[in-house]
């Protein structure tokens, strides 16, 4: 018997989006040795999909590793359930209904598929490979188009009973506030503290103060990376939508710590390029709002993982979390 | 070697409030072989009162079982941190500053001994010997006086980094909401859930309206028990006061549930004697504040613990969680 060599080992990452799917083969310390993607709406059918990612992978493994060192899948999709291995009910994929998703990887690539969103891959892929190495508490907040989150607690990625925990950016931070778009919910996080929501606010900012830079731009080129450039300018009404923003994140975010405790929490995504112009007030506002044995023990960082890379990375790590 | 008979196996329960500090020694299955009590506030010296304990409880554990069969000691108190086995900070307790209260039993009664806040040992209670047992994921809330909970996902109760998690009542409900009483915490859940909470809501609304029959009563007489009186009269006052509680508590329950999905909310303490005055409203709010896919798959469920005996259960099942 011949053991193991581990860092030989490596696993498929997928990250599938409603309009892009990215995949990369990585090894145990979170290389990408090779990656691609392809379109997934040119798909309506799922099996044709897994055909097509079959046929474009299966060469990039036989080259980077034997099927012996190829330790399975991990796939980070939306409403992906990672006990049943089924895509549900996803707004925005073609596939409708309950998917088996992991049941048709398994069969086609002949190792086993583990499935889990794209923010509680993020968290995994933080823990074994970037910022929450060694954590055993965090919450992870991936701040893009939407708000998700993965949460990590004793160790381990918190499933909940049905696999749907961590749903934070559809917690209500202000009850009968702002209404989402999609879900119709008054007041969630995402309302507020996503790109959307920026936009949102930046757009009712900008007619209240009518000299702010954001007046120069048409309706439509309003968003989060305007904002941010208005607000590199010391517009002051720039400023006010990231302080708005960060006050209801901060808001949230005490209430996040005062269940879970954790010892950090990482900020992901698009938003975060406003550096510290929504770090500060989300910091100031979640410290306001904490009981005092919380105070001043709860690091607020920014992901170590690259952005193009994150998804796949966490996806991979599905594979060797236990 | 001989097998250990597990049941005959035996913990000693306590439960250490401001006030008073109950006992019992409890088996595997939940009986409690002898119980006891002793004023805590008599002993400003925590030796003192580990003393006192001791020759409370000696005699009674050399009469149910031996040495041998003495597992260990369970203790659920305010401020209790799991790891470290300290009582920190406790504002309603005699011993100041941070107390090694695990260590110091362990020394006086040669057994391990750990220790949790009383809502956490509830959790723990309610799924050794209660409504939870073999549930993996579910929250408890303890809506007494004030408002505490337990949180319990993937099989194990969630201590956060610093044993401090799981501290829903202190999370606010409404932002900028009534101040409460000793945090100074703008709309926590606790200033509106707790039978505290429930006090002020009614002395509010019976000054709105004179014709309820919550204006019988003196004001120093006004209390969540006296609001419950007044609903089963038909009093509408009284009942908007438990409509408006339920609304706040199943607004925070929705989020919780968006936090670790779990099967079931169990409600605890006085506050539920009220029944389906306040679980109907709580239901409503809660499932009209979920997502879609959370929504008619959570129970509420009534604590089935015996609530005289519930502190010392659950603080005797820490003994046991593994």
Redesign the interface.
Same mark, same amino acid.
């Given at each position: 018997m011949s053991l193991i060599d581990l860092s030989k080992q490596v696993a498929l990452g997928v990250d599938i989006g409603g309009t892009n799917t990215k995949y990369g083969i990585v090894n145990h310390r979170g290389e990408i040795l090779a990656k691609g993607h392809l379109k997934t709406e040119d798909y309506p059918k799922v099996e044709d999909f897994i055909d097509a990612l079959y046929n474009e992978v299966s060469p990039l493994i036989d080259k980077h590793c034997s099927q012996k060192q190829f330790d399975g899948i991990g796939v980070g999709a939306p409403?992906a359930n990672f006990y049943s291995g089924t895509i549900?009910?996803a707004p925005n994929l073609h596939w409708k209904g309950i998917v088996p998703f992991a049941e048709l990887m398994t069969k086609k690539f002949g190792v086993p598929c583990k499935m889990t969103n794209d923010a509680n891959a993020a968290a995994l892929g933080e823990m074994m490979f970037g910022a929450a190495r060694g954590?055993?508490?965090f919450i992870m907040m991936t701040l893009g188009t939407g708000v998700g989150s993965g949460?990590v607690? %004793?160790g381990?990625l &918190?499933?909940?009973?049905?696999?749907?925990?961590?749903?934070?950016g559809?917690?209500?931070?202000?009850?009968g506030g702002r209404k989402h778009w999609s879900?119709g919910?008054e007041g969630s996080l995402e309302a507020y503290a996503s790109a959307t929501g920026i936009t949102i606010t930046a757009k009712k900012m900008r007619a209240e103060f009518p000299d702010s830079k954001l007046n120069e731009y048409p309706e439509a080129e309003i968003n989060s990376q305007v904002v941010f450039e208005c607000a590199k300018k010391g517009d002051a009404t720039a400023i006010e939508v990231f302080r708005y923003t960060g006050q209801k994140l901060g808001?949230a975010l005490?209430?996040?710590v005062?269940?879970?405790?954790?010892?950090a929490i990482l900020l992901f995504g698009g938003v975060i390029h406003a550096g510290d112009f929504i770090l500060k007030p989300t910091k100031l506002h979640m410290e306001r %709002?904490l009981?005092p &044995?919380?105070r001043n023990?709860v690091r607020l960082v920014f992901s170590e993982l690259d952005e193009a890379d994150a998804a796949i990375l966490g996806a991979s790590a599905l594979v060797w979390d236990k």
């Amino acid at each position: 018997m011949s053991l193991i060599d581990l860092s030989k080992q490596v696993a498929l990452g997928v990250d599938i989006g409603g309009t892009n799917t990215k995949y990369g083969i990585v090894n145990h310390r979170g290389e990408i040795l090779a990656k691609g993607h392809l379109k997934t709406e040119d798909y309506p059918k799922v099996e044709d999909f897994i055909d097509a990612l079959y046929n474009e992978v299966s060469p990039l493994i036989d080259k980077h590793c034997s099927q012996k060192q190829f330790d399975g899948i991990g796939v980070g999709a939306p409403n992906a359930n990672f006990y049943s291995g089924t895509i549900e009910q996803a707004p925005n994929l073609h596939w409708k209904g309950i998917v088996p998703f992991a049941e048709l990887m398994t069969k086609k690539f002949g190792v086993p598929c583990k499935m889990t969103n794209d923010a509680n891959a993020a968290a995994l892929g933080e823990m074994m490979f970037g910022a929450a190495r060694g954590m055993k508490d965090f919450i992870m907040m991936t701040l893009g188009t939407g708000v998700g989150s993965g949460i990590v607690a %004793n160790g381990q990625l &918190i499933y909940g009973h049905d696999g749907f925990a961590g749903e934070l950016g559809h917690t209500i931070v202000k009850p009968g506030g702002r209404k989402h778009w999609s879900t119709g919910s008054e007041g969630s996080l995402e309302a507020y503290a996503s790109a959307t929501g920026i936009t949102i606010t930046a757009k009712k900012m900008r007619a209240e103060f009518p000299d702010s830079k954001l007046n120069e731009y048409p309706e439509a080129e309003i968003n989060s990376q305007v904002v941010f450039e208005c607000a590199k300018k010391g517009d002051a009404t720039a400023i006010e939508v990231f302080r708005y923003t960060g006050q209801k994140l901060g808001e949230a975010l005490a209430n996040f710590v005062m269940f879970s405790s954790p010892e950090a929490i990482l900020l992901f995504g698009g938003v975060i390029h406003a550096g510290d112009f929504i770090l500060k007030p989300t910091k100031l506002h979640m410290e306001r %709002n904490l009981l005092p &044995i919380f105070r001043n023990k709860v690091r607020l960082v920014f992901s170590e993982l690259d952005e193009a890379d994150a998804a796949i990375l966490g996806a991979s790590a599905l594979v060797w979390d236990k």
